[in-house]
């Protein structure tokens, strides 16, 4: 079965250093997003991305925040300058579009995650 | 009014028992509700969902009942197996206006013992 493959999986940083999150989406999608869950909380939407640009993102994605597509397979979440608050785990996701399934859902299919510890 | 908010917080069910997960939500632009399904180690899994045109919808052992006045859906796991013990989660999101932008519920941690 297709999966969304994230590296890295587990990433400890010091506060202020820059981090870059790797994804691989499922090779037929064309959506893909970011999505992060702080320990013990629920899971948060970052960012939406489709055609190369970013369709949506939440008020957590702010200037420190940037994704990018940089080839046909890789999909990056970078952070400028962590936070000690930016530790947390992130997830990747991707999605085909609007499907027959689920009466016409876009349905997300997401990675293991990556685990941000700032120290 | 984005938020969905889930309950229990923590479910301990025995073997062959019902299982049984509430979510409530705000926001009546939403109009898909999935549940994820989530082991230790691995990402949020697609479990089973529903669009408020129909009140119920059953796969297999698990059941989403929709109640759109209440602007409440249930996730209903029958016969309870020790492999069902996971997080779920369940989630919304307004496709015509954000795209499938998910906003998710805190997570319910089930254990059911042998």
């Known amino acids: 079965e297709p999966e969304v493959t994230q590296t890295p999986s587990h990433q400890v940083t010091q506060m202020g250093q820059e981090v870059i999150l790797r994804c691989v989406p499922i090779?037929?999608?064309?959506?893909f997003y970011w999505y992060r869950q702080i320990l013990g909380q629920k899971v948060e939407f970052l960012v939406s991305?489709?055609?190369?640009?970013?369709?949506?993102k939440s008020e957590i994605f702010d200037d420190q925040f940037s994704v990018e597509r940089p080839d046909g397979s890789n999909f990056t979440l970078k952070i400028r300058s962590t936070k000690l608050e930016d530790s947390a785990m992130y997830f990747c996701?991707?999605?085909?579009?609007?499907?027959?399934?689920?009466?016409?859902?876009?349905?997300?299919?997401f990675g293991a995650g990556s685990r941000l510890t700032v120290l | 009014q984005q938020q969905v908010k889930q309950s229990p917080q923590s479910l301990i069910v025995q073997k062959g028992g019902i299982s049984i997960i509430n979510c409530a939500y705000e926001?009546?632009?939403?109009?898909?509700f999935p549940w994820y399904q989530q082991f230790p180690g691995k990402g949020p899994a697609l479990l089973i969902a529903?669009?408020?045109?129909?009140s119920e919808k059953k796969e297999g052992r698990f059941t989403i009942s929709f109640n759109k006045s209440a602007k409440q859906f249930s996730l209903h796991i029958m016969d309870s197996q020790p492999g069902d013990s996971a997080t779920y989660f369940c989630?919304?999101?307004?496709?015509?206006?954000?795209?499938?932008?998910?906003?998710f519920g805190e997570g319910t941690q089930l254990t059911v013992n042998p």
């Open positions: 090779s037929n999608h064309l959506y």
């Open positions: 996701a991707s999605s085909e579009g609007w499907t027959s399934g689920y009466s016409g859902a876009n349905v997300l299919t």
């Open positions: 926001n009546t632009a939403f109009d898909y």
């Open positions: 989630a919304a999101s307004a496709e015509e206006t954000s795209g499938s932008r998910l906003t």
């Open positions: 991305f489709y055609n190369n640009e970013i369709s949506e």
């Open positions: 529903i669009r408020p045109d129909v």
